[in-house]
Each structure stands twice: as structure tokens, then as C-alpha cells.
């Protein structure tokens, strides 16, 4: 089974590369590791990627198949698509086969698994290809113990004030902006997207329920050993209760020593049902910090606000009023404002330790 | 395939009948619907429960082998022990055999599944024996979605300090307490434990940690069409870092309108590393309601105290101390003191709505 060291993606986005299901691929283009060889969509086969959605920041060939795209090298092919129906349409079988038989690996951010598969399991054997269930948990996950506690790294989680609001930018962008000021950062992933992002993780959403806090612990105990700050993308919200189970085993599992408070300026309730009315900033700002500390005191640092949708001057003036009702640094990453924030992470983060050097 | 519709119970202990890892025999013992046939304990048989464990209440006679118990008229062997390795010893298996050929349904609190034994599931369906993995939770559970709001029952969740400080019994001994009371009451099962003596339930702990919510929605929502109250055994607690976001999932997920506090006397950590220190039960109150507002108010209206190892006296003198602090009723189910829980369980709840009536 041959797993790539170095990726370059063929992203297979077809009938939905513009559309909000395809916000895996978008953020693997955006951020991930590797290049991206090449995209399939037959709706806009021929554009460049920079013109159909240059907020991307990345260039790549648009194709309409797999036999076209295979001409710009790619060493994987990537499921990175919320299909309508939740799974796979037919004709995509076919390409998956053909990049199969071609040697490239599958990587699968949908909620089905292509292990699976009987017949494609047979097919990616005979050609030795890996097949990368990205939201299939390890078997061996322990339970929690408290050993991140003793961890030489700072840990640094985002928390959200309702699912969608751009945990995992932020704690990309944090990641980015601490390593441009020198800091040996490391972003840990915790959902598909950030998985294929980093190219390691658990989905914690996937494990079960008794496991989540051992996962988030695992994760940040099997960091890269020169790592120094770590950036952990946080799931959920307390305040919503489909998932406010996942994000408190989050937090209390990876024991951060500083939160940052993600929110989408003017969401006032949960975006999904019973849409459940957020607190004010100041009190979530309260009770994340007061769960934080069952295992460690966590300041919550800076606020991460979205300002999709707003002008420049609607995004300043709520920038503001957010900062004079929270008494912290706010600032949107999706705005540029990565380096404000990154100032106030690692101004409350704690003195650096001894790192102890081992293998992961 | 043939369930018992009212079970009676061959209890296998063999080795384990009076210690610690006999909690989910015991507690089917003390409160299981349908009769205990015989006890398998070789290290105890010939003696009866009642002198063994006088404690649990009820009487029947401790045998030596499957073949001996089968004499009872027993319909289901029940596999209620955690075994020291976590799976079972080879010579239960010789046991577990005899039992399907004799046509007793096998019901399994352990972790392990005895669907993963193809030998077993072979022989139990040439006997059309039920297999029943307890734990196993089933494969359609829905997200959270709200309609735990909308049900016609009042509904009451046991939270507790930790884990292991009584929450099940106090449910049951509430469930009880309140029929005797005249009110239509039912114990909603959350854990391996619970569903044996219930005879139904999720282990909330085993479901996907995404579902969690929505488990516990499903069982509040799919109760008796006759039930008023329901009362839910909660799990785990929001200072055990290593379940705390099982118990916020079902917090949420199962909406309670009040919610009972759970508590050992004289515990001041978490029973387990890293030993989280407790609040005091005026703060777990505050946060326990302040978190179930998410969805619901609900007040803390009791105490659930467990004295086990204070004389009557050390018993009395700190439940008095209990009340002063919290101001709320504070008794000890395991000493009797359930009904006056429910007075103020039922004190504290809406009015009755409604019941619509329907099918599960």
C-alpha cells in the first residue's frame, strides 16, 4: 500500500465547485499541504481555478475527467464534496476506478467509507494504492488520563459560538501568523477537512462518545517533537446542543492553556434548530472559560469574529464595539487580521518550557 | 429469533458474586423487572442470595453450573460482571453454550459483542436464541433536533458530581417513589446497567459521539405513550474531564425540566487521575443549571446524597449540614430517603400537559 509522502491533489469537485458543499476541497486548496495538480469540474472545465474563485488564493487547471486531469501528475485524488445525497453519485465510481487503476490515492472526507466497498477495496489492492477513510477514527484510541496536562507544548484551542462560524481558519491562520513570528507552531486537526489539510488527525466527531476527551488528548500528546505552540481546531459549541457534547470533551481532552472565541458578527441565535439564542461575548466568554478550568485556568485570549457579508467600514466599527465590550483584542483572519490575534495568543500563553525531545 | 417478553434471569457471577465488578448483577438483582432464577457462583453455591447479599433485597438460590440453574426455569443468562481481563474467561464460554442449546437468550453487559463471535451467532440461530448486546447501540440514530421540546412528559435527569455516585439508583428509587405517589412514572436507561433492568435504552456512552444528542433525544422521545414522568439516568459528570461531554450531550439531548443532583458524602476529587477537585454544591448547581438553559430552564430540585460507609448519625448531621448550604431538600436513597426526593422532584415540576396518546 503506498501512501504518498507529498501529495498533489486532483480534487474532484464536480457540479458543486463553486456551491457551499464544497467547503472540503475549498479549504484543502486553500490551506492544505501539496499542490494541487488539477480540479475536476465539468461546469467549468477549461477556466483556470484563480478565475472562478480567486478567494482561493491558488491556481490549477480545471478539468472535465480523470484521464485529463491525470496529465498534471497528481499523486491523489480527493472526495472533497458534501454530495446532495449524502453519498457518492454513479458516474463518480467510474472516475474513482479509473484514478484507482491509475495509481493514485483516494482520499475520502465523506461520511461513508470506502473500505467499505468490497469491489473498490479488491481493485485499490491489485494496484496498490491507499484508500484514506479520513474520518475513520483509529481503533486504539485510549481514554482520557490527564497526560496532556504534562506535556512540554502551549496549547491553544478555538471555541466557537455555534458550529460554521471558522474555527479551523483560525487556528490555520494562527498557526501561520505564529510561525511568520518565529514561533515553532503546529495546527492539530480534529474534522475531515483539517485532516486532509495536515495530513494527520482524528475526526472526534466520528469516535465514541466515551473516547472524545482520549482522542483530543492524543492528539495533542503525538505532536512533532520541535513543536512548540499548538493550534487545536475546535468542533461545536457549548451553546449548540447537537454537538455541545464533542466540543466540552474537546476542550477538557486537549487541556489548552488559551482559548480564542470564534463568532460570525450578527448571529444572534444557533444556525441550526431550535436555534438556540447565543449569550453576549462577555458571558460566553465566562462560561468557556469556567468549563477550561475542571482541568486547566485558560484564558480566552482574543475574539476571532467573521465579518462575512460585512463592508470594510461595517467590519471596523464591529470590530470595535466588539473589543470595548470584551475588554480583548477582535480581529476577522479572514480579513487579514491574523497577526493582531496572534499577539494575543502568545501574550497569554505561559513561559515556554524545556521541550523533551522523543519520537512521537 | 425468540425474546423472552418477561425475562427470568440465570445470573452468571462465577468468581466476582460479592465484589465491585458485579455492579450490573447486582443492580439487575435489586431492581430488574422479571424474577431471578438462580445465581451461578461456584465459590457461594449451595448457600441463598439473601444471606450472601442481603443488601439487594431479594432471594435465590446460588448454583454451580448452567445445567444445575436450568432447573430454575430460567429464560436468559445474563453476563452482568466485569470480568478482570475485560473479556471473559474461556470456561464461560462452555457455559454460554450450554445455556443457547438449551434455548436461554444470552443478554451481555460486557464491551465486547457476542455478535462478533461467528461460532456463537451460529449456534444461537440453529437454537433461534436471542443474542442481546447491551451496549450495542442502534445503527439509526438521528442528530439532535429538537423535538425533545415538544413532548407532552415532564422530564428529570440525574447529574452528578462523578461518575459512580449513585445516579441510576436514584432514578430508579425516584421512578418508584413517584408511582407510589400515584404519578405515572418511568426510568429512562442511558447505560448497560439501566437497559437490563429496564429491558430497553442506549448506551448513551457507546454512541458515536455526534449522536449523543440526538440518543438521548430518540429516548425521551420514544417512551411509554402512557408516561408523565420520565426519569433519565444520567452519566458521567461535568468535573470528570473523561465523560464530561457524554453527560453535557445527554443533558441537552434529553431536555429535563429539573434535574436531581447526585453525590457521594465526603468525595472532594473526581475518583479517577487526574483528580479534578470538586466545586462546592452550590457552584456544580449553578453551572449544571446554567448549561441545561441552553435548551431549557431547569432547576436543581434535591440533593441525591450516597452515605454509604457514614453511621445513621454522621449520616443525619451531614445531610442537615447539605441543606443549610444548599438551601434545597437533601436525602439518601440507599437509606430510604427517596420519597422525600420526590416531594421535591414533583415540586419542581411544570404542570402536567396533555398526554398524547400513540404509538412509540
Not at 484521464?67 to 457518492?88: F, H, I, K, N
Not at 466520528?206 to 512548540?228: K, M, N, W
Not at 461595517?314 to 470590530?319: A, I, N
Amino acid at each position: 500500500m503506498t501512501t504518498p509522502t507529498e501529495r498533489s491533489w486532483l480534487v474532484l469537485a464536480d457540479g458543486y465547485l463553486t456551491g457551499r458543499n464544497a467547503k472540503t476541497a475549498h479549504g484543502v486548496i486553500r490551506y492544505g499541504h501539496g499542490d494541487i495538480a488539477a480540479v475536476l469540474d465539468r461546469d467549468n472545465a477549461g477556466a483556470s481555478l484563480r478565475t472562478v474563485l480567486p478567494e482561493l488564493g491558488r491556481d490549477a487547471p480545471i478539468v472535465s475527467s480523470v484521464q485529463e486531469g491525470l496529465a498534471y501528475g497528481p499523486t491523489s485524488l480527493l472526495l472533497g464534496v458534501a454530495t446532495a445525497g449524502g453519498w457518492m453519485p454513479e458516474h463518480w465510481r467510474t472516475w474513482i476506478n479509473e484514478a484507482v487503476e491509475s495509481g493514485l490515492e483516494i482520499a475520502n472526507g465523506l461520511h461513508g467509507f470506502l473500505k467499505e466497498d468490497p469491489d473498490l477495496v479488491k481493485l485499490a489492492r491489485a494496484n496498490k494504492v491507499n484508500l484514506w477513510d479520513v474520518r475513520e477514527p483509529p481503533a486504539d484510541i485510549p481514554l482520557f488520563s490527564g497526560r496532556s496536562l504534562d506535556i512540554p507544548k502551549r496549547t491553544v484551542l478555538t471555541v466557537g459560538s455555534d458550529c460554521a462560524v471558522g474555527k479551523m481558519s483560525v487556528s490555520l491562520e494562527l498557526a501561520a501568523a505564529g510561525s511568520a513570528n518565529g514561533f515553532s507552531t503546529e495546527f492539530v486537526a480534529t474534522g475531515q477537512t483539517g485532516i486532509l489539510i495536515a495530513g494527520r488527525g482524528i475526526a472526534v466527531d466520528r469516535v465514541i462518545s466515551d473516547f472524545v476527551a482520549g482522542a483530543a488528548e492524543r492528539l495533542v500528546c503525538e505532536t512533532h517533537p520541535s513543536s512548540d505552540v499548538l493550534l487545536v481546531e475546535g468542533q461545536g459549541s457549548l451553546w449548540n446542543p447537537a454537538f455541545s457534547g464533542v466540543t466540552l470533551g474537546l476542550l477538557h481532552g486537549s487541556a489548552p492553556h488559551a482559548l480564542v472565541l470564534c463568532h460570525e458578527a450578527g448571529r444572534t441565535t444557533t444556525d441550526e434548530p431550535p436555534f438556540v439564542p447565543l449569550p453576549r461575548l462577555t458571558d460566553m466568554i465566562a462560561v468557556y472559560e469556567a468549563m477550561a478550568s475542571t482541568v486547566r485556568d485558560a484564558r480566552v485570549a482574543c475574539i476571532a469574529l467573521n465579518c462575512r457579508g460585512l463592508s470594510d467600514r461595517e467590519r471596523k466599527r464591529t470590530l470595535n464595539e466588539v473589543e470595548e465590550q470584551t475588554g480583548l483584542i477582535a480581529d476577522d483572519v479572514f480579513a487579514g487580521g491574523a497577526s493582531r490575534l496572534w499577539d494575543a495568543v502568545a501574550a497569554a500563553l505561559p513561559e515556554r518550557r524545556a521541550i523533551r525531545h522523543g519520537s512521537r
